[in-house]
């Protein structure tokens, strides 16, 4: 019995995974959600029950148009993975017969 279940083990330990095309990491670079959407949902549905009417939804246009002028954060550096990835990924997979 103790040969059968190193014999499995010694193959589970051997066992490669099949190649993969290319190394790539999917939207490394998530943009965030524009914060001023929820407040501009707020406006539109206020405006749509009360008839567009400027006494009832002005504390919610108010808020609209702070966010609005309210200075943009730094645009973000974009993410280099994949460029690293295809960069390394030759090295990673080793000799490899050409086509």
């Known amino acids: 019995m103790s040969s059968s279940g190193s014999k499995s ?5 051997t066992m ?3 190649p993969l ?3 790539r990491v ?6 965030d959600a524009n914060p001023c ?13 009360s008839g567009y009417s400027i006494s009832g939804c002005a504390q919610i246009e108010q808020q609209l148009r702070i966010c609005m002028d309210a200075p943009k954060p730094p645009k973000q ?11 390394l990924y030759p090295q990673l ?5 050409r086509k």
């Open 9 to 13: 083990a010694r193959t589970a330990a």
């Open 16 to 18: 490669r995974l099949p």
């Open 21 to 23: 095309p290319k190394l």
């Open 26 to 31: 999917k939207r490394p670079n998530k943009t």
């Open 37 to 49: 959407l929820g407040i501009m949902s707020s406006v539109l549905t206020c405006w749509a029950s």
């Open 77 to 87: 550096r974009k993410n280099t993975i994949n460029y690293h990835l295809a960069r």
């Open 93 to 97: 997979i080793g000799p490899h017969k």
